[in-house]
């Protein structure tokens, strides 16, 4: 496989239960990010870790809780999610470089569709 | 803070051309973007441009920076059902794993 894997592509869930999104990266970068895309609304970064260590986590509840244990690798686990946590989850790559403000390409997986019932 | 704001929906008919605006608050950044999500897919680059410039042609696809006023457009030329999608602008904010600030996105419906 090649470029941003996201498994499940669609998942439904409820209020109590809990559950993990999990991406892949297979293009060699060591940053990996979180965005979630609500309808109307700017795609919002949640999490990005770089080098595997988390390096920006934008004020997102702690019922979101990231993980990347190596650099291909990258897991949103959720728990006692509420409603307007529905939304499209993505999760995206690019190759980092520390203090370099160049041109950098992210790639992103076809998202996660859940749905908090 | 840093914002990216665009409008929602742009409906044009096939062969004419398409201009989706932005408008963004953080100038530090030395790339601006603009990408692009089919339906079902994730976002994919489809052009960008380099903060020192103030035009970037690429095919049908022409980017205009205005720095002074913080607005960028994306010009589609002969604009085609494929091109039905959603157009999102990112300002590449400062930090070494180069962060990617995005607006809500533009969807663009292209119509007989």
């Known amino acids: 496989e090649t470029g941003v894997t996201q498994t499940p592509r669609h998942l439904v869930m409820g209020m109590t239960n809990k559950k993990s999104l999990k991406c892949e990266q297979h293009?060699?970068?060591?940053?990996m990010y979180w965005y979630k895309q609500s309808a109307k609304k700017p795609l919002e970064l949640m999490f990005v870790?770089?080098?595997?260590?988390?390096?920006e986590n934008n004020s997102v509840p702690s019922r979101f809780s990231p993980e990347c244990p190596n650099s291909s690798h990258l897991f949103l686990h959720l728990h006692t999610l509420q409603p307007e946590d529905s939304a499209l989850y993505l999760c995206?790559?690019?190759?980092?470089?520390?203090?370099?403000?160049?041109?950098?390409?992210?790639?992103f997986g076809q998202g996660t569709r859940l749905t908090v019932v | 803070g840093e914002d990216v704001e665009q409008s929602l929906f742009l409906s044009v008919r096939e062969g004419d051309s398409s201009v989706i605006n932005c408008t963004y608050t953080?100038?530090?950044?030395?790339?601006l973007y603009w990408y692009k999500q089919e339906p079902g897919a994730g976002l994919q680059l489809l052009t960008y441009i380099f903060s020192n410039m103030d035009m970037k042609q690429d095919q049908r696809l022409t980017v205009l920076l205005n720095k002074k006023d913080k607005h960028l457009s994306l010009r589609i030329a002969d604009t085609q059902t494929g091109d039905s999608a959603i157009y999102f602008c990112?300002?590449?904010?400062?930090?070494?794993?180069?962060?990617?600030?995005f607006g809500a996105g533009t969807r663009l419906a292209v119509h007989p």
């Open positions: 293009l060699g970068h060591n940053a």
């Open positions: 990112a300002n590449g904010a400062s930090g070494g794993y180069n962060k990617l600030i």
């Open positions: 953080d100038s530090s950044s030395t790339y």
């Open positions: 870790y770089s080098l595997e260590e988390r390096v």
């Open positions: 995206a790559s690019s190759q980092a470089r520390t203090g370099y403000q160049g041109r950098t390409e992210a790639f």
